[in-house]
Nanobody, 124 residues
């Protein structure tokens, strides 16, 4: 059983930064590609960023390129999402997800493990 626990969300102003963390347990972390998704009220869940098991490859949704950075520390079994230049439209619950392969993807249906989510609210 893999458990993912997110932290780091909060209320910030437009232009501020936040760093989300997701701590994993229960599986060899480096063999799992990881990703961040988000869901705003009344909207479908959407892909934000993903990273390979080694951390050597990462992918981003167009709307966060240049602002968000995904990274991981396989010694700490933790994946991060550094969010800079936050906008009100970034307001959502952010979910950490993992899959049983080192290859990352954009489709949430391919992820096996999910965290409980952390709320990010950006005021204008």
């Amino acid at each position: 059983q893999v458990q993912l626990v997110e932290s780091g969300g909060g209320l910030v102003q437009a232009g501020d930064s936040l760093r989300l963390s997701c701590a994993a347990s229960g599986r060899t972390f480096s063999s799992s590609a990881m990703a961040w998704f988000r869901q705003a009220p009344g909207k479908e869940r959407e892909f934000v960023a993903s990273i390979s098991g080694s951390g050597g490859s990462s992918y981003y949704a167009d709307f966060v390129k240049g602002r968000f950075t995904i990274s991981r520390d396989n010694h700490k079994d933790t994946v991060y999402l550094q969010m800079n230049s936050l906008k009100p439209e970034d307001t959502a619950v952010y979910y950490c997800a993992g899959r049983s392969t080192v290859v990352p993807g954009r489709n949430g249906n391919y992820y096996d493990y999910w965290g409980q989510g952390t709320q990010v609210t950006v005021s204008s």
